[in-house]
């Protein structure tokens, strides 16, 4: 029995899969729990759609995060924080103050776990930091940690 799959279904497949199962555990199981629908034309040819549409967006959403990425590597922005006169940061600047300072200084909303830190800075002068803006696309933020 044809079925097409509403939902994720752990060891058959993802939602939108086109897939043959016994016919038992087709009717008793899945679609009676909302899991799958029968595999018709009308709805092989919906979940196909459905597919297609999830490629053109998925390729839609990286042109515009390589766009993120081009943008990023062009940008600086400044992070003033306390320091003690070695250059030494009495706190530090995390990943979070990092997206803060974009979200204020550009406009740029980045989800602060997005930022790919090794360790925060603690020490004043300018880094780069990598940005994951999409699956494979990255781009690079110059920050410029002055004493305040």
């Known amino acids: 029995m044809k079925v097409v799959l509403t939902e994720d279904v752990k060891g058959l497949g993802i939602a939108g899969d086109i897939v043959n199962v016994k016919p038992g555990y087709g009717r008793n199981f899945l ?5 799958a629908v029968e595999g ?3 709805n092989i040819k919906r979940a196909e759609q459905i597919r297609i549409d999830k490629v053109k967006e998925a390729a839609d959403n990286k042109r515009s995060a390589e766009v993120l990425a081009k943008l990023l590597d062009e940008t600086t ?5 306390k320091a003690g006169e070695d250059g030494k940061l009495f706190g530090s600047v995390t990943s979070k103050d990092i997206a803060e300072a974009l979200k204020e200084q550009k406009d740029i909303t980045i989800d602060k776990r997005k930022i790919l830190l090794d360790a925060p800075f603690r020490h004043v002068g300018r880094a780069e930091v990598r940005i994951k803006t999409f699956q494979g696309v990255e781009g690079e933020l110059t920050v410029d940690i002055q004493a305040e």
């Open 31 to 35: 679609i009676k729990e909302n899991k």
């Open 40 to 42: 018709t034309a009308a």
């Open 77 to 81: 922005i400044t992070i003033r924080e």
